[in-house]
Nanobody, 120 residues
Framework: QVQLVESGGGLVHAGGSLRLSCAASGITFSTYAMSWYRQAPGKELELVATITSTDGVTNYADSVKGRFTISRDNAKNTVYLQMNSLKPEDTAVYYC?????????????WGQGTQVTVSS
């Protein structure tokens, strides 16, 4: 059974920091690209950051560049999102996402989400 379990969310003042973690089980973690998405109330799901499986290349949404850092520890089957200089507009539920494509087959999984609230 595949599980992605996020943790680290909470309430923080603007300008503060949080570190989200997503622990994976039931998959060969090192073979999956990992991403963080977020969804704010009344808004669409937004891709925040991605890290590739093999070489750890990262990509970020423009809205978080320079403030957020995605990283992974394959030995711990965990992906992280370090969030600095948080803004009220970063308030959202943050979801962990794992994806692997093998030929024409796509294997993907979502975590349950963790709430991040940034107060002004």
């Amino acid at each position: 059974q595949v599980q992605l379990v996020e943790s680290g969310g909470g309430l923080v003042h603007a300008g503060g920091s949080l570190r989200l973690s997503c622990a994976a089980s039931g998959i060969t973690f090192s073979t999956y690209a990992m991403s963080w998405y977020r969804q704010a109330p009344g808004k669409e799901l937004e891709l925040v950051a991605t890290i590739t499986s093999t070489d750890g290349v990262t990509n970020y949404a423009d809205s978080v560049k320079g403030r957020f850092t995605i990283s992974r520890d394959n030995a711990k089957n965990t992906v992280y999102l370090q969030m600095n200089s948080l803004k009220p507009e970063d308030t959202a539920v943050y979801y962990c996402y794992a994806v692997r494509v093998v030929l024409t087959w796509k294997y993907d999984y979502w975590g349950q989400g963790t709430q991040v609230t940034v107060s002004s």
